[in-house]
């Protein structure tokens, strides 16, 4: 018998679909998973075994296959353990849903006893896959992020067996909704501000100067003068942050597995690299590409302090992020496509001995 749930994967800062199909056979105890998947979905196999049997069922002594379809797209990470489990329970007959599986999307990581860990990228797959019009099963650490895509049927669950008790109509789970206005509404308070600097008054009119016009800025001073001071503030007197943008910035940060405070992020963000960080790092790549620091300063700020302390070829890979305001990333399969708008600010001593 073949069992067919649905999940999804991120390729960029967008989300897919993906069946995923389990089937058991007669033939040796086996699991072999096809679709392309890396080495976190293979050994989805040992935590879903694990997780099976600490929750009260018997995991089937058969050869298991599992496809990830679309076959010929590469994909990462754990969130496929819940629905590779609960494809083996309903293949193996322990698991006969009362309510269509198929309206669902599944995602989360299981634990060898069986409870649901939080996965990251829940935001863009949930907005990419609405439009599929089905409800989403999730983990529960994950629903307050997934509920800023409003509208939809949001279903928190802690572990395994609470899942099939409620497939099984034994059990209910309200949806979680939230009010994307309110949430936007609410902007919380930073631990710095631009009104607390006493003095500097050349500099903060140079840098207001800078973010009314949408400038870069570079600061030039001794150690001990205030510039990464000045910098970490600079965030405080950008305008705040409308709501689509909260949603794109959201979703980049929820790809990269960042925590906030909050669900959304309603702060512009400031990212400060160290000056050993690689080129990739720096504008993202990888060979399932990821979001780099220019990303994640999209709609903010990124400051490189000890600037010419950069390596040459990690400066000039920021030439295409300054002029287009994006980052292409080419691979053979693909072209990913990453926003990267943000204000760069650098500061450096003004000679290398620190001394003027």
Same mark, same amino acid.
């Given at each position: 018998m073949v069992a067919t749930l649905f999940g999804g994967y991120t390729l960029g800062i967008d989300g897919f679909r993906v069946s995923v199909e389990v089937d058991i056979s007669d033939g040796l105890p086996s699991v072999t998973v096809v679709g392309l998947a890396n080495t976190a979905v293979k050994e989805a196999r040992d935590r879903v075994k694990s997780a099976i049997k600490n929750s009260g069922f018997k995991y089937p002594a058969s050869k298991i296959t599992v496809n990830l379809a679309p076959a010929d797209v590469k994909k990462e990470?754990?969130?496929?353990?819940?629905?590779?489990?609960?494809?083996?329970?309903?293949?193996?007959?322990?698991?006969?849903?009362?309510?269509?599986?198929g309206r669902y999307f599944l995602f989360g990581e299981l634990s060898l006893d069986g409870s649901i860990r939080p996965v990251r990228g829940i935001l863009p797959l949930v907005l990419s896959l609405s439009k599929y019009g089905k409800a989403f099963i999730l983990p529960e650490q994950n629903v307050a992020e997934a509920s800023i895509a409003n509208k939809l049927d949001i279903l928190g669950v802690k572990n395994l =067996? &609470?899942?099939?008790?409620?497939?099984? =109509? =034994?059990?209910?789970?309200?949806?979680?909704?939230? !009010?994307?206005? &309110?949430? /936007? @509404?609410?902007?919380? /308070?930073? $631990?710095?501000?631009?009104? &607390?600097?006493k003095g500097q008054r050349f500099v903060k009119r140079a840098l207001e100067v800078a973010v009314s016009g949408g400038h870069n800025i570079l600061m030039i001073g001794p150690p001990g003068s205030g510039k990464t001071m000045l910098a970490k503030r600079i965030p405080t007197i950008l305008p705040p942050l409308p709501y689509p943008e909260m949603i794109e910035t959201t979703k980049i940060h929820s790809i990269c597995g960042l925590p906030h405070a909050t669900p959304l992020v309603r702060s512009r963000p400031f990212r400060a690299p160290h000056h050993t960080i690689s080129d990739v790092a720096?504008?993202? #790549?990888?060979?399932?590409?990821?979001? #780099?620091?220019?990303?994640? /300063?999209? !709609?903010?700020?990124?400051?490189?302090?000890?600037?010419?302390?950069?390596?040459?070829?990690?400066? $000039? @890979?920021?030439r295409e992020p300054l002029e287009e305001g994006a980052v292409l990333i080419s691979r053979a399969h693909s072209s990913i496509h990453f926003p990267a708008q943000f204000m760069l600010v650098g500061a450096m001593n003004p000679c290398p001995c620190g001394s003027e």
């Open positions: 990470g754990a969130l496929f353990d819940l629905p590779i489990a609960l494809g083996i329970l309903i293949s193996s007959n322990q698991l006969r849903p009362f309510r269509d599986i =067996k &609470e899942v099939v008790l409620f497939l099984e =109509k =034994k059990s209910d789970i309200l949806p979680l909704r939230v !009010n994307p206005d &309110e949430s /936007a @509404a609410r902007h919380p /308070a930073t $631990e710095t501000d631009f009104s &607390e600097i720096m504008v993202g #790549g990888g060979s399932i590409p990821r979001p #780099g620091e220019v990303s994640l /300063a999209h !709609n903010g700020v990124l400051f490189l302090d000890e600037l010419p302390e950069f390596p040459r070829h990690v400066l $000039e @890979a920021l």
